[in-house]
Every structure is written in C-alpha cells, then in structure tokens.
C-alpha cells in the first residue's frame, strides 16, 4: 500500500483546511488509518484515527471539536478537516494505515506516507 497526503498549505489563524490520504490498493479499505503531525524541534503526535469500517473513530485531546476524520473507501481516500486552526497546529501532518487490526485505536502503523506541511499564522 502506497499513502499519499496532500492539502496542506499556509492558513491564517482561525481558518480551514483539508487534508487527503489517498491509497494505492484496494485492500486499503479494510485498514485502519490514522492522521500524525511533527512540529519542528518536537516528536510525532497522533491526531486522529478512523477504522476501516468507519464505526469508530478517535481523537486527541488537542483536536477534538475542531478537526474531522472520515474516509470514503470508494474512492480509497482518508479526509482531515481541520477547523479553528492554530498557529500551534503548524506542522508537516502524515497519515499511516494499520493493516493488523489488532487494536483499537492502532498502536503499530505499517503504511506511512510522505508529509504535508501545514503552516498556520498568526
């Protein structure tokens, strides 16, 4: 399984912005897939996770009420929607897919895709 994030961009405070996660492979559908974010000079976060059936979904503590997981597994795509962004939400921002299922939310990711930066001013 190949991962890609896009969408990223340069946000005022208080904007909007949507990230995508698209797949190679149908099999993806059937994955778990978590959202990350690395801020420069700090470690990787976890975001956010949504399962390959949709019936659940979680969040950090830091995002919840402003951003929003959802997949369309026609299309193989894994959707961010982040609102009532912060300047503390700058980061590059990665998704990964769980393919073991083992646990819930995921602990191990296999798949990681490449980085989107999303910059957010103040």
């Known amino acids: 399984v190949q991962l890609q994030a896009s969408g990223g961009g340069l946000v005022q405070a208080g904007g909007s912005l949507r990230l995508s996660c698209a797949a190679s492979?149908?099999?993806?559908?059937?994955?778990?897939v978590g959202w990350f974010r690395q801020a420069p000079g700090k470690e990787r976060e976890f975001v956010a996770a949504i399962s390959w059936a949709r019936g659940s979904i979680y969040y950090a503590d830091s995002v919840k009420d402003r951003f929003i997981i959802s997949r369309d597994n026609a299309k193989n795509t894994v959707y961010l929607q982040m609102n009532s962004l912060k300047s503390e939400d700058t980061a590059v921002y990665y998704c990964?897919?769980?393919?073991?299922?083992?646990?819930?939310?995921?602990?191990?990711?296999?798949?990681w895709g490449q980085g989107t930066q999303v910059t957010v001013s103040s």
């Open positions: 990964a897919a769980d393919s073991s299922l083992k646990n819930w939310p995921p602990r191990v990711y296999d798949y």
């Open positions: 492979g149908h099999i993806f559908n059937t994955y778990d």
